[in-house]
C-alpha cells in the first residue's frame, strides 16, 4: 500500500501553542508579495484531480488530507465525492470542529484538542495527545471508553520538538511508499524533505516521486498517523 499525503491548507482556525505546524501557518489568503503572486493555499479540485488521475490508482493507493485545517479547503465536499467516485479510500486529519461530510469512504480523525473540554463534533475516531501536563488526558480517555468512542493516543509534542523518530529493527508496514503534495501543489517525498525541484507542481503535471519507507526513510510521523487509523477493512 502508498500513501499519497495532500496537505491542502497551509491554514488553521486554531492557534494552538503547542502544535508542530505553527510557525507555517498563514491566512487562507496569503500571498508571498504585494502583487498577490504565490498565494500559499493555490490547489483546486480540478488542478488535484487531473494529476490523481493520471498517476494514481486507488488499488494501490490511500489519500491522507492534512494541512493545517482541511475542513478550511472551500471544495472539500465535492473531493471527498470526486476521490470516492474514483474508488479511493481517504484519511483526513482533523481538529473536528468545522463540518465535514461522513462517507464510507472517508476517516475523519480528529485530535482532541487541549483547549476542548467536549470531545470534537466532526470525527470518526479521535487522537489524545499524551503525556500533556496542561490536559487531563486521562479524564478524556476514560470519556471515550464509557461512549464507546474510538481512539488512540500520540505522544505530546511542545512547540518546536517536532523530530522524525526511527524505529529499530522489523516494522510491520502497511505503507511501503509515500508521496507528498504541499498546498502550493509543489510536489515531495515525504514531510522531511522540500520540493524535488523549482516547477515541479501539479500545474506541470510533474510525475510523483515515491519515497521507499522501508529502506529509506525512517518512518516519519506522517505515516504513523495514517498507519494507526486505516481501517481493517480498507486492507482486503
Known amino acids: 500500500m502508498k500513501l499519497l499525503s495532500i496537505y491542502l491548507v497551509q491554514s488553521c482556525n486554531l492557534d494552538c501553542y503547542h502544535c508542530p505546524m505553527k510557525k507555517w501557518m498563514k491566512p487562507l489568503d496569503f500571498t508571498w508579495d504585494e502583487a498577490g503572486r ?10 488535484l484531480l487531473r494529476w490523481v488521475d493520471e498517476y494514481f490508482s486507488p488499488d ?41 461530510p461522513k462517507h464510507d469512504h472517508v476517516r475523519r480523525v480528529a485530535a482532541w484538542h487541549e483547549i476542548m473540554k467536549e470531545p470534537p463534533e466532526y470525527f470518526d475516531s479521535i487522537i489524545i495527545l499524551e503525556p500533556n501536563p496542561n490536559d487531563d488526558t486521562e479524564a478524556k480517555k476514560k470519556y471515550c471508553d464509557d461512549n464507546n468512542i474510538p481512539y488512540k493516543t500520540k505522544r505530546w509534542k511542545p512547540f518546536g520538538d517536532r523530530q522524525i523518530e526511527k524505529v529499530e529493527g522489523p516494522v510491520d508496514n502497511k505503507i511501503t511508499h509515500m508521496v507528498r503534495l504541499l498546498s502550493q501543489g509543489q510536489i515531495t517525498c515525504c514531510y522531511s524533505t522540500g520540493p524535488v525541484k523549482n516547477n515541479y507542481n501539479i500545474y506541470h503535471m510533474s510525475k510523483p516521486v515515491l519515497r521507499d519507507l522501508v529502506s529509506i526513510c525512517p518512518r516519519c510521523e506522517d505515516v504513523y498517523d495514517v498507519e494507526i487509523h486505516i481501517p481493517k477493512e480498507w486492507l482486503v
Do not use: D, M, Q
Open 38 to 47: 504565490n498565494p500559499i493555499n493555490s490547489i483546486t479540485n480540478v488542478k
Open 60 to 100: 494501490e493507493w490511500i489519500i491522507h488530507l492534512t494541512g493545517g485545517e482541511p475542513a478550511l479547503y472551500k471544495e472539500l465536499a465535492e473531493l471527498l465525492i470526486e476521490l470516492g467516485n474514483r474508488g479511493f479510500k481517504v484519511i483526513i486529519s482533523t481538529n473536528g470542529i468545522l463540518p465535514i
